[in-house]
């Protein structure tokens, strides 16, 4: 069992506490989801650096069970929205609308003005709606009618898509890829994990029921944002910074890409490995926490060379040869 939160009702203020409390919520998602401990470990590292997350896998391995889950152990506002083709931009942002009482028009906000928005099925809509996303991950702010208006914080985008079904899917465009900080991709479970998660149903563990399974609230907007400033803490030495960029150039150079990752994604890497680092309990990066975190957060923003596809060359395969192959500082 992790440690839980001070017993005295007091908020965690100390490092140990705030892993604790994290810890916690770990815990309290395990009730409901099984065996997909690194998609929450993920989910809740974008959490502490502000990232969005992109969760592919194939139907039914839990991915809106895990982020609605993950919501119900944060005491934030959480709203979903289901992409589909005819859905409009207007129904993500929010639009004008006619106030008959006053006889003027109103901005009536949509579901991105929430903390953390569980976008399913996200490659489902034409691109129109799915640019109407760009301002609000990147700037965290939607612009209308001439008037900017922020959104809360903490914010977070928490998209699924199904890697098989082709029909009726609109690709993401790069833009919008580059704007998620890790893809993490949802495995059926392994054999004693799937055998569990039946044990559960046959039960009667109800998905649609948190409530019943016993899954509760754990931190807050408060929490977060001290757990946020302690993970920002974590220290990186020069040749650290030096072992990232090396990296990132061999992406560009290596044969099989024809897209390496940009300035961005090196950003976002450490970023990820200084909240993954914060989390194991050290106070400065390695290049292990580096190496631990390359996969989620690169794997969606390179591209492949058409000869590499059609040899069956895959995205992570390349990216573990170039960590092989770029010198590890001592």
Do not use: C
Request: charged share 25%; no cysteine; proline share 7%.
């Amino acid at each position: 069992m992790t440690d839980a939160i001070p017993a005295t009702g007091e908020q965690p203020t100390t490092d140990d506490e705030l892993r604790a409390a994290l810890n916690r919520v770990r815990t309290e998602v395990g009730k409901a989801v099984v065996g997909q401990d690194g998609a929450v470990t993920g989910l809740i590292i974008a959490l502490l650096v502000r990232g969005h997350v992109l969760l592919e896998g194939v139907p039914g391995v839990a991915k809106t069970l895990l982020v609605r889950t993950l919501s119900r152990t944060l005491r934030l506002d959480t709203r979903r929205l289901q992409f589909t083709p005819d859905l409009m931009p207007g129904d993500v942002t929010g639009s004008l609308a006619y106030d008959p009482r006053t006889g003027e028009f109103a901005f009536r906000e949509g579901p991105v003005f929430t903390n953390i928005l569980l976008a399913d099925e996200i490659n489902r809509t034409p691109p129109k709606t799915q640019s109407a996303l760009l301002e609000a991950m990147e700037e965290r702010q939607v612009s209308a009618d001439g008037v900017t208006r922020p959104l809360p914080d903490p914010f977070m985008v928490a998209a699924t898509q199904n890697p098989i079904e082709y029909e009726g899917t609109y690709a993401l465009p790069e833009a919008q890829l580059d704007r998620f900080l890790m893809k993490l991709v949802l495995d059926v479970p392994e054999r004693d994990a799937e055998v569990a998660l039946v044990r559960r149903h046959a039960d009667g563990f109800d998905p649609h029921d948190l409530a019943a399974a016993g899954v509760t609230p754990v931190l807050g907007a408060d929490e977060l944002a001290a757990a946020r400033a302690a993970a920002a803490s974590v220290r990186v030495a020069d040749d650290v910074l030096a072992y990232v960029v090396d990296l990132a150039r061999a992406t560009r150079r290596s044969p099989s890409m024809r897209l390496g990752v940009s300035p961005r994604a090196t950003t976002a890497l450490i970023a990820a490995a200084k909240a993954w680092a914060w989390l194991t309990g050290y106070d400065s990066l390695t290049p292990d926490h580096v190496q631990a975190m390359l996969l989620p957060v690169w794997r969606h923003r390179v591209q492949l060379r058409p000869e590499a596809e059609l040899e069956g060359v895959a995205v992570d395969a390349v990216l573990r040869s170039i960590m092989q192959q770029v010198q590890v500082p001592l």
